[in-house]
C-alpha cells in the first residue's frame, strides 16, 4: 500500500518538510565483496552502500541508493523515537530493548515482560508472531529443554512491548495496533518521514506482523545520523545512549552489531534482516548498507570497509572482516569488499 500521511506529529514537536518518496524500482545494485578462494573469486555479492560525511553530504555511494527498499529492523531505533515523542517513558536497558532484534536471551525476555507490566498489558496482547528465539545457542536451549515458539522470545517482542505502553498512556486500542491506519503507526510513519526526510514510498507488513515503511538506504543513513547528532534531552538521543550503552540488549550476547559498537567508541549501529545494516558516530559521519542478496557474511564486512570509508580506524575494525573461508580444515579464502569500497583491496588475488 501507498502511504499517505494524516497526523502532524507529537504536540509541540515541528516536523520538517519532505522530499517526494523514494521510486520504486529494480534496484541497480553494484558489486560490494567478492568471495576470494584459492585466490580466484569464486562469487560476488552485490549490493549498494552509502558513506555520509558529518555535513550530510554523500562523500560515496555504491549501487543504488535512492532507490526504495525495506530497511527491515533496522529502522527499530527511528520507531523507537516515535515512541518516546508519543509519550513512552522507557529510557536505559529497556529502551535499547524497545529498538532492538534480540536473541531471546532470559534478560530480554524479562525486560520485555517488564513493559508489558508498565503498560498493565500481558503476553496475550502481543500482536508479534510467535517464534523460536532468535540467538542460535538460545534457540538450541529452548528445544533441548522442549520450549515452543512464543510471542515473548519472538526478536521484535520487545518493540511490540512498547508499542502497547505507548497505545495505553493515548489512550489509543491495544487489539489492531499493527494496523498501519491505527493512530499509533500513523504517528510512527510521520517520524520516519521526518528523520529520513523523505515521503514513504510503500508499507508492507514486516515479519513481526508491525507495518513495514520503505524509504531509500540514503534516508535510513540520514535518519540515523540524525539521531546521533540529536541534541541532549531529545528522543533522538536518550535513543542513541540507549542503545550504545545497552548493545546486548538491543540484539544479544556475541551478536556483531554489539561487538561492532563496543568496538568504536560513539558508534550506534542496528542491523536488519536480508543484509541491512546502518551506523552513525555522534557528529553525523554515518554509512548504510544493503546486500541484495542478503548475506550475512558480506552485510559485516562491507559495513566494517565503509566505517574505514568515513575516518574509522581499521584497528578497531579488524575483527569484522569476516569469517575466513576453509578447505579440509584450513583457511583457503575469506570475503573482500569490492575495491570500490576499499581501495586498499589488492589488484590482483594470486
Known amino acids: 500500500m501507498t502511504y499517505h500521511p494524516t497526523t502532524t506529529g507529537a504536540p509541540g514537536t515541528p516536523v520538517a518538510p519532505v522530499a517526494a518518496a523514494p521510486a520504486i524500482r529494480e534496484p541497480l545494485h553494484a558489486p560490494v565483496a567478492h568471495l576470494v ?3 580466484v573469486i569464486e562469487g560476488i555479492h552485490y549490493g549498494s552502500v552509502v558513506v555520509l560525511g558529518a555535513d550530510g553530504e554523500v562523500e560515496l555511494q555504491l549501487g543504488d541508493i535512492e532507490a526504495a527498499f525495506y530497511p527491515r529492523s533496522a529502522l527499530k531505533p527511528v520507531q523507537a523515537v516515535a515512541m518516546l515523542r508519543a509519550g513512552l517513558p522507557l529510557d536505559g536497558a529497556l529502551l535499547s530493548l524497545t529498538a532492538a532484534s534480540h536473541s531471546g536471551e532470559e534478560r530480554h525476555l524479562a525486560g520485555a515482560r517488564r513493559i508489558l507490566e508498565l503498560a498493565g498489558a500481558t503476553e496475550d496482547d502481543l500482536r508479534n508472531v510467535a517464534d523460536m528465539p532468535y540467538g542460535p545457542a538460545v534457540r538450541d536451549e529452548w528445544i533441548r529443554d522442549g520450549r515452543r515458539p512464543s510471542r515473548l522470545a519472538q526478536n521484535c517482542s520487545g518493540k511490540h512491548a512498547a508499542m502497547l505502553h505507548t497505545c495505553k498512556l493515548n489512550g489509543w486500542s491495544l487489539d489492531d495496533y499493527v494496523d498501519p491506519a491505527h493512530p499509533l503507526q500513523q504517528a510512527i510513519a510521520e517520524i520516519v518521514e521526518d528523520l529520513t526526510g523523505q515521503a514513504i514510498a510503500r508499507v508492507t507488513v514486516d515479519g513481526c506482523g508491525a507495518p513495514l515503511f520503505s524509504v531509500s538506504l540514503h534516508g535510513l543513513a540520514r535518519a540515523l545520523a540524525r539521531i546521533t547528532t540529536a541534541a541532549e534531552g531529545t528522543p533522538e538521543h536518550q535513543v542513541a545512549d540507549a542503545m ?6 538491543a540484539s544479544g550476547a556475541g551478536r556483531d552489531v554489539a561487538a561492532l559498537m563496543r568496538a568504536v567508541p560513539g558508534l550506534l549501529s542496528k542491523d536488519g534482516f536480508e543484509g541491512v545494516q546502518v551506523a552513525a558516530l555522534p557528529d553525523g559521519r554515518a554509512v548504510a548498507v544493503k546486500i541484495a542478496d ?3 557474511r558480506a552485510r559485516v564486512p562491507v559495513t566494517a570497509a565503509a566505517l574505514a570509508r568515513v575516518g574509522v580506524d581499521p584497528v578497531a575494525l579488524a575483527e569484522f572482516a569476516g569469517a575466513p573461508l576453509l578447505g ?8 573482500r569488499p569490492a575495491r570500490a569500497l576499499d581501495p586498499l583491496t589488492p589488484s590482483s588475488y594470486v
Open 328 to 335: 579440509g580444515g584450513d583457511v583457503v579464502g575469506h570475503i
Open 244 to 249: 550504545r550503552e545497552h548493545a546486548e540488549m
Open 37 to 39: 578462494r584459492g585466490g
Open 294 to 296: 542478503g548475506a550475512d
